[in-house]
Nanobody
Framework: QVQLVESGGGLVQAGGSLRLSCAAS????????MGWFRQAPGKERVFVAG????????DYAESVKGRFTISRDNPKNTVYLQMNSLKPEDTAVYFC??????????????WGQGTQVTVSS
C-alpha cells in the first residue's frame, strides 16, 4: 500500500501559479502510476493529469492542457502539479492518487486527503 499527503494549496489570484506536491510513503513509489484529480463544490471528482512510473508519459484533461504540468521525483517519493495561468474555474479540492495497473488505466486505488485551491477573479 501507499499513503499520500498533498500540500501546496491556497488562495491565488486569476493568472497566478501554484505548485502542488504529493508525498508518498513506502519504498515502492516508482512502481505506481500517479495522478491528480479535482472536485469542485457540487460536482464530481474529475481527472486532471496522470504520469507513468518513470515519468516519460503524461496525460492531461483538455481543460488544463498547456497550463498544468505533472512531474515526479522518484527518489523523493513525490509527485508535483505545477499550475500556471490559473482561472476561477480551477477552484477545487485537488487530490493525489495512485495505482499499480498498466498506464492508461484510470482506476486509482489510493487517495490523499486533498488540498484546497481557490482562484479569485
Amino acid at each position: 500500500q501507499v499513503q499520500l499527503v498533498e500540500s501546496g494549496g491556497g488562495l491565488v489570484q486569476a493568472g497566478g501559479s501554484l505548485r502542488l506536491s504529493c508525498a508518498a510513503s513506502g519504498r515502492t513509489f516508482s512502481s505506481y502510476v500517479m495522478g491528480w484529480f479535482r472536485q469542485a463544490p457540487g460536482k464530481e471528482r474529475v481527472f486532471v493529469a496522470g504520469i507513468s512510473r518513470g515519468g516519460s508519459r503524461t496525460d492531461y484533461a483538455e481543460s488544463v492542457k498547456g497550463r498544468f504540468t505533472i512531474s515526479r521525483d522518484n527518489p523523493k517519493n513525490t509527485v508535483y502539479l505545477q499550475m500556471n495561468s490559473l482561472k476561477p474555474e480551477d477552484t477545487a479540492v485537488y487530490f493525489c492518487a495512485a495505482h499499480n495497473r498498466p498506464y492508461g488505466n484510470n482506476r486509482y486505488d489510493y487517495w490523499g486527503q486533498g488540498t484546497q485551491v481557490t482562484v479569485s477573479s
